[in-house]
């Protein structure tokens, strides 16, 4: 079945440093797309980075960074230069060629708070 | 990114009453929406799926008869909370997906809807 784990529930960070938030994820399809979303604390969910599973480059957009490692399968999302603006919860989500074709149904992770001190 | 339009944003209302939420999807056509409920601190949970036309996927556990869900066009999807009571408070958040956009596109999700039933 389909599963994704973000171990990590709370992770602080130094303003300006770089942060590594976990996830894992789980599927017997060949093909699958992972996404990260950004939670504020007022609700909206802020699509970050896509990962697709034959993509052979990891992804980048501005200072967010995927950590894929397929083998592993490990999705990993590095944020760089650490901004308090980044406090929130972090979503790993994942959809594979099962949920695209039945509709676009996304499996998402626990999330991880992170906190950025200045 | 796209833009998904989600009112209203807070809503207050007596026990037994019922309260509508709208989902918009302002610049493209979702072929799917998705409704989903989120307690403080923990991940989205899928309420259910709606397909433009057609009668919404509910997930196993949540009442149909207690969350109405209409899909009236590809650019509106409609939540009603019937005879709503205190355990229904919550935050609720839609979002719309379009398959023909492809793999990489992410579920585009509302601001959200924050629920207190008095």
């Known amino acids: 079945a389909q599963k994704i784990t973000q171990t990590q529930p709370g992770m602080f960070v130094q303003e300006k440093e770089a942060v590594t938030l976990d996830c894992t994820y789980d599927?017997?399809?060949?093909?699958?797309?992972l996404f990260w979303y950004k939670q504020p604390s007022s609700g909206e969910m802020i699509f970050l980075i896509y990962q697709g599973s034959y993509d052979e480059q990891n992804a980048t957009e501005g200072r967010y960074s995927l950590n894929f490692q397929k083998a592993r399968k490990s999705a990993n999302l590095v944020i760089s230069a650490s901004q308090l603006g980044d406090s929130a919860m972090y979503f790993c989500?994942?959809?594979?060629?099962?949920?695209?074709?039945?509709?676009?149904?996304?499996?998402f992770g626990q999330g991880t708070e992170l906190s950025v001190k200045p | 990114g796209a833009v998904v339009s989600q009112h209203p944003s807070w809503v207050i209302c007596k026990s037994g009453t019922s309260v509508k939420i709208e989902c918009r999807s302002l610049?493209?056509?979702?072929?799917?929406m998705f409704w989903y409920r989120q307690f403080p601190k923990q991940s989205l949970m899928l309420m259910a799926t709606?397909?433009?036309?057609?009668?919404?996927?509910?997930e196993q556990g949540v009442e149909k008869d207690k969350f109405l869900i209409n899909h009236a066009s590809l650019t509106l999807s409609t939540l009603t909370v019937t005879s709503a009571h205190p355990e229904d408070s919550s935050f609720y958040i839609c979002?719309?997906?379009?398959?023909?956009?492809?793999?990489?596109?992410?579920?585009?999700f509302g601001d959200g809807t924050r629920l207190s039933i008095l």
């Open positions: 989500a994942m959809r594979d060629d099962v949920f695209y074709n039945q509709g676009g149904k996304l499996i």
């Open positions: 709606s397909n433009e036309g057609s009668k919404a996927t509910y």
């Open positions: 599927t017997s399809d060949q093909s699958y797309g």
């Open positions: 979002s719309a997906w379009a398959q023909a956009r492809g793999h990489n596109q992410p579920q585009h």
């Open positions: 610049d493209f056509q979702a072929t799917t």
